[in-house]
C-alpha cells in the first residue's frame, strides 16, 4: 500500500519535471510568435503596417542597426501610439528582432555612433525648410497612425515624431544620418543627398534633430490613471424628463440625437426590457470623422452615449470617461479630442440634470 | 496528488494568461476580409453563448454625411441574465454595458478592437463581478481567435 502510493508519487513527480520542461522549450523565445502576438495587430503579419508604420521595407531594415530596432521596442514611442515593453525579456526583444530582419534580405548596418557636431542654429533653419512640412515645425510629427487604410489622407505613411523621446533614446546620430542620406525608398522620406543637401547641412540637421532631446516636452499624461473609468451625476427629474433635457442639451451642443433605447434592448424578447435604463446615443459626424483619422481604434468611444438610470425612485445620469479611456490609447494628439469630449459630456450632463 | 497536480496547471495557466492582461485594449488583426471576419465574429459570439443585440454602422453614418470611409462597424453583445444581474447590483458598470467589439477593414484585412473589462474591476464592489468581467475578457480574447 505504502509503496503503491511512494510509486505513484514518483510517476507524478517524473510527469511533473517532463511538464516544466516542456514548458521551458516552449517559453523559449520564438520571434515569430512574440512577433505576430504583440506586434501584427498593428505592424501587419508580414510587417506592411496599418496602425502601426511598416517595418518590411528593405530601406528601411537595411539602414537601421538591431540596437534601434531592441530600443524601439523596449521603450516603445510615448504618446505616438506604440507601446513600450517592459516586460519582454533580453532574449525574447532580440528574437522578435531576429524576425523583423527575416523580412527583408540585405546587410545589417552596425550599430554605430559616431557623434555628428553640427550647427544647431543652421539645422533648425534647415530643418524648417526641407523637414517640418511632414514632420512639424517641433518634430512632433503627422497626424494621424501607421498608413491607415481606411480613410483618405494626405501621406501613404505617417511621418513618426522625431522629438520622441523614445525614438531619441533608440536612434543614434549616425542612424538619423544615415537615414537623411538614404531616405526611405517606398515611403515619402527622400534621400536629402539626392534632393541637392550637402553632408554638412544634414550634419546640422542631425544636431538639430538631437537637441530635440532638450526641447521634448513631457507628454504621455499619467494622471488619465487616477481618474474615475465613469462619470455619474445625480438629476433633479424623473427618467422621462432626464431623458428629454439630455436630448435637448445634446442637440444645443451641436450632435444628432441617432437613438434612444432600453440598456436591454435587442438583448432580452421584445416589450420585456426594463425601461430603468435609458441610453441616449448621439454624434456628430465631423468631428467623428476627424478623431478617427486621429487613431482608427477610436470606436470603442463611439457612438457617444450617456445613460439615464433609475433606482428606488432615484435618477442618474453616467456615461464612460473620456480622459480615462485615453490613456489606453497612448496616443497625445487623441488625448486633446478626450479632453474636449471631457468638456462636452460633463456640459451636456450637467445641463441635463437640472 | 490529483488535487495538487491540478493547482501546479492552475498556476502555470494563470502564470502564462498574466502577460497580456495590463494593458486596456485587446487589439486582434484577421487576415480575413472584412465579410469573412465579420461573419466569423457574429458566429463566434453566439457560440459562446451571447447575443448580438445590435451592429453600429458607423461607416453608413459617415458616409451619408459626405465622408470617405472604409468599413467601420460596432457590434454590441451581451448575455441577458448577466447584464441584468450587474446593472442590478453594479450600476456603475452601465456605462460599459453591453459589451462591444469595434470591426474595421484594412484593406483586405480586418481588425478588432475590444477593450479589457478587467480593468474595470476597480468599479466592481462584489467579488463576483470581478469573475464575470474576468470571464469576459477570456471569453472576448477567444471570441477574437476564432476569428482567425
Known amino acids: 500500500m505504502h509503496q503503491q502510493y511512494i510509486r505513484a508519487a514518483s510517476i507524478a513527480g517524473l510527469m511533473f519535471a517532463l511538464m516544466v520542461s516542456a514548458l521551458n522549450v516552449q517559453a523559449a523565445p520564438n520571434g515569430r510568435s512574440l512577433y505576430e502576438n504583440n506586434c501584427s495587430s498593428c505592424h501587419g503579419i508580414d510587417g506592411k503596417g496599418g496602425v502601426g508604420v511598416p517595418l518590411s521595407l528593405p530601406s528601411f531594415l537595411n539602414s537601421v542597426p538591431d540596437s534601434y530596432l531592441e530600443k524601439t521596442i523596449r521603450y516603445g514611442r510615448p504618446g505616438r501610439v506604440m507601446p513600450p515593453y517592459p516586460t519582454l525579456s533580453d532574449a525574447q526583444i532580440k528574437s522578435i528582432v531576429g524576425h523583423l530582419r527575416s523580412f527583408a534580405d540585405g546587410e545589417v548596418p552596425a550599430s554605430l555612433d559616431v557623434l555628428v557636431r553640427g550647427d544647431i542654429k543652421r539645422g533648425k533653419k534647415l530643418y524648417g525648410q526641407n523637414c517640418s512640412s511632414c514632420h512639424g515645425v517641433n518634430g512632433e510629427g503627422g497626424k494621424g497612425t501607421g498608413v491607415t487604410f481606411s480613410r483618405p489622407r494626405d501621406l501613404p505613411v505617417i511621418a513618426p515624431a522625431i522629438n520622441n523621446s523614445g525614438f531619441l533614446l533608440a536612434a543614434t546620430d549616425s542612424m538619423i544620418k544615415r537615414t537623411l542620406i538614404n531616405g526611405r525608398e517606398g515611403t515619402p522620406m527622400i534621400s536629402f543627398i539626392k534632393a541637392g543637401l550637402k553632408e554638412k547641412d544634414i550634419d546640422d540637421i542631425v544636431s538639430y534633430v538631437r537637441s530635440f532631446e532638450k526641447a521634448t516636452p513631457k507628454t504621455n499624461r499619467v494622471v488619465s490613471r487616477s481618474e474615475s473609468p465613469v462619470l455619474i451625476y445625480d438629476s433633479q427629474s424623473d427618467l422621462k424628463t432626464t431623458v428629454a433635457n439630455l436630448k435637448n442639451a445634446a442637440a444645443a451642443e451641436n450632435f444628432r440625437i441617432i437613438r434612444v433605447q432600453d440598456l436591454e434592448n435587442g438583448l432580452v424578447k421584445k416589450g420585456t426590457e426594463s425601461n430603468r435604463e435609458v441610453i441616449v446615443y448621439f454624434c456628430n459626424f465631423e468631428t467623428l470623422n476627424k478623431v478617427l483619422a486621429v487613431d482608427p481604434r477610436v470606436g470603442l468611444f463611439l457612438p457617444c452615449r450617456a445613460t439615464v438610470v433609475e433606482r428606488e425612485g432615484k435618477v442618474q445620469v453616467m456615461s464612460i470617461n473620456p480622459r480615462y479611456l485615453s490613456a489606453m490609447y497612448n496616443n497625445d494628439e487623441l488625448d486633446k479630442f478626450c479632453d474636449e469630449m471631457y468638456e462636452i459630456y460633463t456640459n451636456i450632463i450637467e445641463e441635463a440634470i437640472l | ?148
Do not use: C
Request: aromatic share 8%; proline share 3%; net charge positive.
Open chain 2, 1 to 148: 496528488m490529483r488535487n495538487l497536480f491540478a493547482v501546479i496547471l492552475l498556476v502555470i495557466v494563470s502564470n502564462v494568461s498574466l502577460a497580456s492582461e495590463s494593458e486596456g485594449l485587446i487589439i486582434h488583426r484577421s487576415t480575413q476580409t472584412f465579410p469573412e471576419a465579420m461573419l466569423a465574429l457574429q458566429t463566434s459570439i453566439g457560440e459562446h453563448g451571447y447575443t448580438v443585440s445590435r451592429v453600429q454602422r458607423v461607416d453608413i453614418g459617415l458616409t451619408k454625411s459626405g465622408y470617405k470611409t472604409d468599413k467601420y462597424r460596432i457590434v454590441f453583445f451581451g448575455k441577458s441574465n448577466e447584464i441584468r444581474a450587474v446593472k442590478q447590483s453594479q450600476p456603475q458598470l452601465i456605462p460599459y454595458l453591453p459589451l462591444k467589439i469595434v470591426i474595421f477593414s484594412e484593406n483586405n484585412e480586418t481588425l478588432l478592437v475590444a477593450s479589457n473589462m478587467t480593468q474595470f474591476a476597480v468599479l466592481a464592489k462584489q467579488d463576483g463581478t470581478k469573475i464575470l468581467l474576468e470571464r469576459w475578457n477570456n471569453d472576448i480574447h477567444s471570441i477574437f481567435s476564432d476569428v482567425k
